[in-house]
């Protein structure tokens, strides 16, 4: 490593200059850019780590917005990228077929929860959660029950950006300016373990959220489509972890209305929660499963919604007009798909589910020193999802956000050779499972001194 090279950062300015005249980021106030927000060029990756163009290395420790599962530049999925493409780079999949998309969705089928049957295939994660909304309420539609048009959501969820996806999400920092153009959900209680009451547990947390979403049902489960909800971990929410046993009461309470159940596992599956999907902990099976991130290795982007046979059967006529009439020019993309099949090929032949549980046990150890900082109000972990929840001192209480401490540590953590985007306040470990001990080591030494330098000074 080349730490600080003149040529290099001359060559790392000479790239964020070229980027700022002409680019405009997601998720960000390009005012803080340059200053108080430092932009990274980056030139190439390998396993955990990015390599800067300013001759420093950063791990990746948020698997590069929870996209990368084992590691950048991994060369099976790279190679199998790089063959599809020398074949069948693309064609429309209205009309036709490939062998990728085939395999993808028998693998799929045969991996997810059992009695899901079909694959619908999208190009992010936003547009299968649209997907699954527009198939839950047509297909009802299809079958001549019209009144149902409401969607139930939980309180703190995230479901994406499109207009469709940021209805059904509750975080008012991306939703709050759109509102007058959203379809208006009904909110459930999250069953989020962080708002126990004292002396609550993490089950009857979930029982009371359970309680309140049967209220909510005997009153309007008549109009209602669909339950959407992100199982075990509500991750853009700021890592709010919950008890299993809501999604067992939730699978329950949406087959009494005859409603169905979406599991957005976007973040969370593909072995995030400790499973290969959050679902098996509570052992049900949703109606839609919507899968994205994880699904091509964090190569290319690639979606997919798995359902049941019912539900597919709803549209089939003589009629076009029941049909489901929605594509992307992508779907179905070969290469996306032959990454996708790469990557589900590395958890047949690897006991990548294993590994992952000593890693998860790692990180354990090494997080709950941290804990003892006195504004670190609760280290919270399900699998290979770690949190830190930063509060003010000795308390529950929320840190003012003037103070701007997740952006503080972020910054911080950066100058330390660590990337840890931290959600609000929550500062989070979400690495790709291909991460060494050596790194965790350091991931756990550079994350107290971030903690340490936000919540001291950097206001
Ligand atoms: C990231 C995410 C989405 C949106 O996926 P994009 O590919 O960013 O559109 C939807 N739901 C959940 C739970 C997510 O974490």
Same mark, same amino acid.
């Given at each position: 490593m &080349?730490?600080n090279?003149?040529t290099?950062?001359?060559?790392?300015?000479h790239?964020?200059?070229?980027?700022?005249?002409?680019?405009?980021?997601?998720?960000t106030?390009m005012?803080?850019?340059?200053?108080?927000l430092? +932009?990274?060029p980056?030139s190439?990756?390998?396993?955990?780590w990015l390599?800067?163009?300013?001759?420093?290395?950063?791990?990746?420790?948020?698997?590069?917005?929870?996209? /990368?599962?084992?590691?950048?530049?991994?060369?099976?999925?790279a190679?199998?990228?790089?063959?599809?493409?020398?074949?069948?780079?693309?064609?429309?999949?209205?009309g036709?077929?490939?062998?990728? *998309?085939?395999?993808?969705?028998e693998?799929?089928?045969?991996?997810?929860?059992?009695?899901?049957?079909?694959v619908?295939?999208?190009?992010?994660?936003?547009?299968?959660?649209?997907?699954? +909304?527009k198939m839950?309420f047509h297909?009802?539609? /299809?079958?001549? $029950?019209?009144?149902r048009?409401?969607?139930?959501a939980?309180h703190?969820?995230?479901?994406?950006?499109?207009?469709?996806?940021?209805?059904?999400?509750?975080?008012?920092?991306y939703?709050? !300016?759109?509102?007058?153009?959203?379809?208006?959900p009904?909110?459930a209680?999250?069953?989020?373990?962080?708002?126990?009451?004292?002396?609550?547990?993490a089950?009857?947390?979930?029982?009371?959220a359970a $309680?309140a979403?049967?209220?909510?049902?005997a009153?309007?489960?008549? &109009?209602?489509?669909?339950?959407?909800?992100?199982?075990?971990?509500?991750?853009?929410?700021?890592?709010?972890?919950?008890h299993?046993?809501y999604?067992?009461?939730?699978?329950t309470?949406?087959?009494?209305?005859?409603?169905h159940?979406?599991?957005d596992?976007i973040?969370v599956?593909?072995?995030r929660?400790?499973t290969?999907?959050?679902?098996e902990? *509570?052992?049900?099976t949703?109606?839609f499963?919507? +899968?994205?991130k994880? +699904?091509?290795?964090?190569?290319?982007?690639?979606?997919?919604?798995? &359902?049941?046979?019912a539900?597919?059967?709803?549209?089939l $006529?003589?009629?076009?007009?029941?049909?489901?009439?929605?594509?992307?020019?992508?779907t179905?993309?070969?290469?996306?798909?032959?990454a996708?099949?790469?990557?589900?090929? !590395?958890?047949h032949?690897?006991?990548?589910?294993?590994?992952?549980?000593?890693t998860?046990?790692?990180?354990?150890?090494?997080?709950?020193? !941290?804990? $003892?900082?006195?504004?670190?109000?609760?280290?919270?972990? &399900?699998?290979?999802?770690?949190?830190?929840?930063?509060c003010?001192?000795?308390?529950?209480?929320?840190?003012?956000?003037?103070q701007?401490?997740?952006?503080?540590?972020?910054? *911080?953590?950066?100058?330390?050779?660590?990337?840890?985007r931290?959600?609000g306040d929550?500062?989070?470990?979400m690495?790709?499972?291909?991460?060494?001990?050596?790194d965790?080591?350091?991931?756990?030494?550079?994350?107290?001194?971030? !903690?340490?330098?936000?919540?001291?000074s950097?206001a």
């Amino acid at each position: 490593m &080349t730490m600080n090279d003149p040529t290099m950062l001359a060559d790392a300015a000479h790239w964020r200059a070229r980027d700022l005249a002409v680019l405009w980021h997601p998720c960000t106030q390009m005012r803080e850019h340059p200053e108080t927000l430092p +932009l990274l060029p980056i030139s190439h990756g390998r396993g955990a780590w990015l390599y800067g163009m300013d001759g420093n290395r950063y791990l990746d420790a948020v698997s590069s917005w929870w996209t /990368n599962l084992f590691g950048h530049g991994e060369p099976r999925i790279a190679a199998a990228i790089a063959e599809q493409a020398q074949r069948l780079e693309h064609v429309m999949f209205a009309g036709f077929s490939h062998q990728p *998309a085939v395999q993808l969705a028998e693998r799929l089928l045969a991996l997810a929860p059992p009695g899901l049957a079909r694959v619908f295939l999208a190009d992010n994660g936003s547009a299968a959660v649209e997907v699954a +909304l527009k198939m839950s309420f047509h297909s009802f539609f /299809n079958r001549g $029950d019209t009144h149902r048009r409401k969607f139930i959501a939980l309180h703190n969820g995230y479901h994406g950006e499109t207009l469709g996806a940021l209805a059904v999400g509750d975080l008012p920092l991306y939703r709050r !300016i759109y509102a007058p153009l959203l379809i208006e959900p009904l909110f459930a209680p999250s069953p989020d373990a962080w708002l126990a009451e004292p002396g609550e547990s993490a089950y009857h947390r979930a029982v009371r959220a359970a $309680d309140a979403l049967a209220a909510m049902l005997a009153e309007h489960g008549a &109009t209602v489509c669909a339950l959407i909800l992100e199982p075990l971990v509500q991750c853009a929410g700021g890592m709010r972890m919950y008890h299993p046993e809501y999604l067992r009461r939730a699978r329950t309470l949406c087959d009494q209305h005859g409603i169905h159940l979406i599991a957005d596992e976007i973040a969370v599956g593909f072995g995030r929660t400790g499973t290969l999907f959050a679902c098996e902990q *509570a052992a049900i099976t949703p109606d839609f499963l919507c +899968l994205s991130k994880g +699904l091509t290795g964090g190569f290319l982007p690639l979606s997919a919604v798995l &359902t049941s046979a019912a539900v597919y059967e709803a549209f089939l $006529d003589d009629s076009r007009d029941r049909a489901f009439l929605h594509s992307h020019s992508y779907t179905g993309n070969p290469i996306a798909c032959a990454a996708a099949l790469a990557t589900l090929a !590395i958890f047949h032949q690897e006991p990548v589910l294993e590994r992952n549980r000593a890693t998860a046990a790692a990180m354990a150890r090494l997080a709950a020193p !941290i804990g $003892d900082h006195p504004n670190v109000a609760e280290v919270r972990q &399900t699998g290979m999802i770690l949190a830190f929840e930063l509060c003010q001192s000795h308390s529950r209480e929320a840190l003012p956000t003037t103070q701007r401490t997740g952006l503080c540590a972020y910054r *911080a953590a950066l100058q330390r050779g660590v990337v840890l985007r931290p959600l609000g306040d929550v500062l989070y470990w979400m690495p790709p499972y291909c991460i060494t001990d050596d790194d965790l080591n350091h991931l756990a030494r550079v994350t107290a001194s971030a !903690i340490a330098a936000s919540t001291r000074s950097c206001a």
